[in-house]
């Protein structure tokens, strides 16, 4: 069991003869899910999958009989697929977006056989392999979940979920939580609008 966002910690519960305790951490469908709500964590691990499966491609990256395309394709099938798992629903900081594209170039310059004493810029390498920037591929997942949610008929608790956190954002509910002084986190409906205006 397990207290995510503000509040004090869950007390354990009985269940049966067993005790389920709380916890700060634990996996749920092959993401980590941390108490604190930030995504971080669950981004660093990512980032550490992905940069393993990278490492097992080396062969491919240097394979002369593969053309660029089919070592992009590799990469956003196996790569970028493995770094992306659960991103749709992140809530991404000024950081965590810096990390992953960090390692999309990263990426990028290991397929094309670009070292770091080349001087090659991230412009001229993004040109080169024609992927967009990780931020969109996010933005795009979150957006299509976004509106499949909208779209579920409106007794199931997601969409039940998605509306009363739409009324609480735009004060129509008659809710009297007020959340904590201070700047105010970042959320999913947040990161959803953003997207809204990239692509406007």
Request: glycine share 8%.
């Amino acid at each position: 069991m397990q207290n995510l966002g503000s509040g004090p910690s869950a007390s354990p519960v009985d269940v049966g003869n067993e005790q389920v305790e709380s916890v700060n951490c634990y996996t749920y469908l092959g993401s980590d899910l941390d108490s604190s709500s930030y995504c971080s964590p669950e981004i660093l691990r990512r980032m550490g999958i992905a940069s393993s499966v990278v490492g097992r491609l080396n062969n491919a990256w240097k394979q002369p009989c593969l053309s660029l395309q089919t070592k992009l394709r590799i990469y956003t099938s196996c790569v970028q697929s493995t770094l992306l798992h659960g991103a749709d629903k992140w809530t991404i900081l000024k950081a965590d977006g810096k990390w992953l594209q960090a390692f999309h170039m990263q990426c990028q310059r290991r397929i094309l056989g670009i070292r770091w004493s080349d001087f090659v810029t991230n412009a001229t390498v993004a040109e080169k392999t024609g992927l967009p920037n990780i931020r969109a591929v996010i933005g795009d997942r979150r957006l299509a979940l976004f509106g499949h949610v909208r779209r579920l008929p409106k007794g199931t608790p997601a969409h039940h979920a998605l509306q009363a956190s739409v009324e609480l954002s735009s004060g129509t509910n008659n809710i009297t939580w007020r959340r904590k002084p201070g700047r105010p986190r970042n959320s999913l409906l947040r990161g959803v609008l953003k997207d809204i205006q990239l692509i406007a």
